[in-house]
Structure formats: C-alpha cells, structure tokens
C-alpha cells in the first residue's frame, strides 16, 4: 500500500516540479518577446518526465564553495533537456518568441499544474479520511 502511495506522490512530485520549470522558461520566452536575437526555449514535458521517473538514484549536483559562484541548474534540474523552438515565421531581429503560440503554452501549462495539485490533494484528502475515525 506504502508503496503505491509513494509511486503515485513521486510522479506528482516529479510533475509539479517540471510543470513549475517549464513555466518559469515559458515566462522568461515571454518576458524576451522583444529582445533582439532572443531565441524561445521549451521542454519536451512527456520525456523529461519519463527520464525523471525512470531515474532512480538520487540527481548529483556540483558544490560551490563560494557565494559568487552561478548556479548551472534551470528550475528542477532540466538544464540538459531545455530545447530551442523553431520559429513559424522567423523575425527580421532573429528573436523567435511568438507570443501567441507562447500564452497558449503557458495557460496550458498552468491548467496542467493547477490539475495535478487538485489530484494530490484530492488522494491526501481521500487518505486522511480512510485514517481518521468515523
């Protein structure tokens, strides 16, 4: 049972944190919509996902020895799977945010993580009442 309940949290767990990433760089997409040379980047969500999942041992991260050193991890550990969108139509100051195509995504996103919190809390709910009394 313990068991079951710790597969389903962890997927969860590894959901959130990744729906969090993706809108932190779909916002940064948005917020460079005008920046000349910008180019808009994205994760392919289902894949890092299953790597996540697929992952047992627990991620290593570099140590920094001083206050000044720069943190090479974007949100949740998806530096290496952070990929370059290719543009509809490409703008003349080589920036290839579309805002559009960019707000759907990111409503999308919000949508998914908003249902992935109802979920969890939903089965915690469910728990708690097979606990307590009647």
Do not use: C
Not at 70 to 92: E, H, T
Not at 111 to 127: E, H, M, P, W
Request: proline share 4%.
């Amino acid at each position: 049972m313990i068991s079951k309940l710790d597969k389903t949290v962890n997927y969860h767990q590894q959901a959130l944190g990744l729906r969090a990433a993706r809108q932190e760089l779909l916002a940064s997409n948005i917020a460079n919509a005008d920046t000349p040379n910008f180019k808009a980047k994205d994760i392919d969500f289902s894949n890092v996902l299953k790597e996540k999942l697929a992952t047992t041992a627990p991620a290593t991260t570099l140590s920094t020895t001083s206050p000044m050193h720069i943190s090479n991890n974007i949100g949740n550990g998806i530096s290496n799977s952070v990929l370059y969108r290719v543009p509809l139509q490409p703008s003349a100051d080589g920036n290839t945010v579309d805002m559009d195509s960019e707000r759907t995504r990111f409503a999308d996103n919000s949508v998914k993580y908003d249902a992935s919190l109802t979920f969890i809390s939903g089965q915690f709910r469910n728990l708690l009442s097979a606990i307590q009394e009647r």
